[in-house]
Structure formats: structure tokens, C-alpha cells
Antibody, heavy 116, light 107 residues
Framework: QVQLVESGGGLVKPGGSLRLSCAAS????????MTWIRQAPGKGLEWVSN????????YYAASVKGRFTVSRDNAKNSLYLQMNSLRAEDTAVYYC?????????WGQGTTVTVSS | DIQMTQSPSTLSASVGDRVTITCRAS??????LAWYQQKPGKAPNLLIH???SLESGVPSRFSGSGSGTEFTLTINSLQPDDFATYYC?????????FGQGTRVEIK
């Protein structure tokens, strides 16, 4: 079935780095734009970044621009989010989702906690 | 950035009620609006795209309307499974932005 599975979350100290992955299955990953969205504990949804099919068109929220990098490997059906210079305010559940307009398929999320 | 404002923030309703949630955009977004439902501990689920197009598999008691800056999500005959938080999201421009959410709780 159509599925997205995130991984790579964890506890990291302020200033540290993490790389999130999102494995896609059940659909043609290489034909779909993809998005990362996050949700801080008890808060609403925040769009983080998205990427086009070829990986050469990307957009970022101002809050992460210059620190986060989105990429994809269509041969591996995978989406990535490299997160550097992490801050406490980056603590959230990170979701990958299919699409860059409305998002019709979401993963279950992976939790990132930034704390000393 | 386009600000999305939902009202109310919390809504108390009973099974069988008709419920309406409003989403206002700080500038025109044409019909580039989506609605999502989220239950605790779960990922959001797309209900409606392009303001009024029901996503495949979503019950017909959900409907969306509006264009420009004012939009509504209506749930006809609220069911026990519908108690959740609802978010609107604009995709007219970057950055994509979400409303703050409307929690529908049992009265």
C-alpha cells in the first residue's frame, strides 16, 4: 500500500545535527513532489520544506533556511532532511508528506528533541 | 507571508450536530486551500483540496466552500470518529501556512 516511513529522529544537543529519512513505497516516488512538515509538542502544523521531482527545486521556511537541507534519492525511493545547528525550538515531530500543494499521504512522523 | 486564521479555536458539539469551521486568509488565495483532520498521536489526514474537492475515501458529510479569503469546512451530522483537530492550509504561495487548528470536542 501507499506508505511513507520516517526515521532518524532522536535526542540531540543544541548546535548538533541530525539527518531524517523518509522511505516511500506503494507509489512512484520519482514522479512526486515531497514536503517536510513539523509539529512542536502541543502546537500546530508548520511547513518546513519541499522539493521537486528532480531535487533541484527546493523551498524552505525562514525558520530553517540556511540550517536545513532537503534532498532526495529517487533510485532509493527516499527523501531526506539534513538538520544542522539545531535549536531547542526545532523540537518537534517531523512528518514527510507527498505533494507540495495539498499533501495526500503522510508518514507517521519521527520525533526530534533538542535539549542539553 | 499569508496568515491563516481559524475560528473557533475550540468547538463543543454533540453527535448528529452540524458543525462549521471558518478559515480566513490574510490575502486572496483563490481556491488554493486544503483541510486536514488530525487525531491525537497521529499524522494529519487530507479531507479537502482546492477549497471544495473532497478527497477520495472521505465521507460525504464533510464539505468545503469558499474562495478568496474566506473558507468554511462543514461536517453534517457529526459522528464519534469526527472528534479531532482540523487545520486549514494555503498553497497559493510560499511559505505554505497552516491555520492554528480547531479542536472539535464532545459536548
Amino acid at each position: 500500500q501507499v506508505q511513507l516511513v520516517e526515521s532518524g529522529g532522536g535526542l540531540v544537543k543544541p548546535g548538533g545535527s541530525l539527518r531524517l529519512s523518509c522511505a516511500a513505497s506503494g507509489f512512484t516516488f520519482s514522479a512526486n513532489y515531497m514536503t517536510w512538515i513539523r509539529q512542536a509538542p502541543g502546537k500546530g502544523l508548520e511547513w518546513v520544506s519541499n522539493i521537486n521531482i528532480g531535487g533541484d527545486g527546493v523551498y524552505y521556511a525562514a525558520s530553517v533556511k540556511g540550517r536545513f537541507t532537503v534532498s532526495r534519492d529517487n533510485a532509493k525511493n527516499s527523501l531526506y532532511l539534513q538538520m544542522n545547528s539545531l535549536r531547542a525550538e526545532d523540537t518537534a515531530v517531523y512528518y514527510c508528506a507527498r505533494g507540495i500543494y495539498s499533501m495526500d499521504v503522510w508518514g507517521q512522523g519521527t520525533t526530534v528533541t533538542v535539549s542539553s | 507571508d499569508i496568515q491563516m486564521t481559524q475560528s473557533p479555536s475550540t468547538l463543543s458539539a454533540s453527535v448528529g450536530d452540524r458543525v462549521t469551521i471558518t478559515c480566513r486568509a490574510s490575502q486572496s488565495i483563490s481556491s488554493w486551500l486544503a483541510w486536514y483532520q488530525q487525531k491525537p498521536g497521529k499524522a494529519p489526514n487530507l479531507l479537502i483540496h482546492k477549497a471544495s474537492s473532497l478527497e477520495s475515501g472521505v465521507p460525504s458529510r464533510f464539505s468545503g466552500s469558499g474562495s478568496g479569503t474566506e473558507f468554511t469546512l462543514t461536517i453534517n451530522s457529526l459522528q464519534p470518529d469526527d472528534f479531532a483537530t482540523y487545520y486549514c492550509q494555503q498553497y497559493n504561495s510560499y511559505p505554505r501556512t497552516f491555520g492554528q487548528g480547531t479542536r472539535v470536542e464532545i459536548k
